[in-house]
């Protein structure tokens, strides 16, 4: 009761700070796009994948980071709400149908006749606003097909059981186009439609106050909406007796189960969810690039994700982002960098190393030659991060902070509110 | 008032093989409320693994069982939780990386039912609930003497202390018996003694305490009634004073050892 009257007072001045502090944050996030616009539209582009990458890091965190679950496999859920957007928002689905008329014409003729001649002609195409929620859904239900076969394994077994799973989808991917031709197999698919709000086309000119607004940039704001949405569940749902729930079950299974939590379905509600952020965002790439194919889902997607959440700080969301923002943007940093610098570099070192004999001379500018190339600089970069990483912040860049160091606990507020 | 002699946990007939090894056989406990129950004896005598089977850990292969009259399945661990038995563990075992309020919070979980919408939204509903969970388990940390540490990680906490905040946890979630496993194990003769203090509040504040102990002293010194166990049987049942004359217990237990 006394604490009901000190408590607000001591937190207006740090509540308007935070209040100030958003706004900030708000007003850069929005005219971020039109600095990088200066440097080209790759630039936007560059950026608008980070923001993929960061919703899947914060679905990944939710399985990794918060339950504990080491989901190898994750870039599966990224898939299927890729190919829900290419099955519900392109001509591919008549494809589906004419394959159908092709191999079983009872069926297909009694389908065509179901869906109508305009979809057996045109395809399906829902609008945004069915496609993410359904990517999300359809994803969260495969969450829990392929969580629940892993539900007694830990450790190595899932990962290795998920790492199956994940290339099991991809690979069906790549052939579920015989004998009804579902995903065109390695192909891919064609035509997405991009993102339309109404008669709103992002793939129409639009500007704002005479200055031209790219498409790139459109889908920048779209996708800083989701991620804020997707930060928004996954702190609320952090601060809950279910993100509760998950760390307890990360921490001691069988304390978790022996306090009476039903550790399967918490489980299960965790590969849920992360699968939803996961599907979402894979809805989202498709309707941006207007192609899928199953090559972008492969395990090294799925550990470069992993890898975000590790490197960023398991289970902290703003670490999480982080670690997504590093590791999307340092492969297109290199790409723009590296051949800048390539000649002065080698030239420097033509210098540096002219005292040697003429073989090792060449020998080494050839292999630094080879070295200064953005791809093999990538994984070289890679690498050594995630080492000096893991050797020098065990727990990630920006691990969650340490509780407990001075006494704030409820008894120093309590006794800050006798005190008063 | 609940009848000072009215049974709140009757297990009768319990057996357990693991492969070629009888650990339990035909063990049977009646706890009344407001005791505290001991259940001693030697190293290997099957004692955490009874309390294993009853607290749905282990499934038994034959065995009846009842909670306050009614009975119940110790089929899964979460089941018994809501059922109302909670327990601690020999080898403590707290989610380490979580602060000792958060743990006690965790406690509430079986009690509350915020679902996913309701911690999204921020209904009233879920707002009230997550302030009582935290009130409740703020008083919890008080009750059992560690809320100095509420914020601190448990890990970080002293043995004695995260022993408390195991028994803290467990009465989160309102139980009708707490089941203790060896919780004086490792503590030291003060330890030890606040431990004591604590579970007989607890007592006095009507809960019913199932002990599992090795320090003989502090059973015969703490327990209403003790059951004996020997090579998974049950081998002694009565008032501690009486089985400590018991001649089975002394020859298997207490004899020749100068306890």
Redo the contacts between chains.
Sequence with gaps: MMESTITPLAGRPSQKKAYFGMVLAALALFILPFVAGLAGNSWIRILDFALLYIMLALGLNIVVGFAGLLDLGYIAFYAVGAYTAALLASPQFATVLQSFVDQYPSVGNFLVHLFGPDIAKNGIHLSVWLIVPLAGLLAATFGVILGTPTLKLRGDYLAIVTLGFGEIIRIFLNNLNAPINLTNGPQGVDDIDPVAFGSFKFNLPHSLFGHPVPEVQLYYYLFLALVVMII??TI??Q???????W??I???E??????????RNIKL?AFA?GASFGGISGAMFAAFQGFVSPESFGLTESIVILSMVVLGGMGHIPGVVLGAILLSALPEVLRHAVPAMRLPVLDVADKLTSFFPPAVHSTILNILGNILEPEVLRSLIFGLAMVLVMLNRPSGLWPAP???RG?????AKRSAAEGA | MPQPNDVILAIKGVSKRFGGLQALSDVGISIRRGQIYGLIGPNGAGKTTFFNVITGLYQADTGTFELDGKPYSPSAPHEVAKAGIARTFQNIRLFGEMTALENVMVGRHVRTRTGVIGAVLHTSSARAEEAAIRLRAEELLEYVGVAQYADFRARTLSYGDQRRLEIARALATDPQLLALDEPAAGMNATEKTGLRGLLESISRDGRTILLIEHDVKLVMGLCNRVTVLDYGRAIAEGAPADVQKNPAVIEAYLGGGGH
Excluded at chain 1, 254 to 263: D, L, V, Y
């Design positions: 928004f569940f609320r749902l601060n809950s007796r279910i993100g509760r729930a760390v307890a990360r921490e001691d069988i304390a978790a189960k022996s306090m009476g939590i039903n550790t509600l969810m340490e509780h407990g006494l704030h606990g409820i008894k």
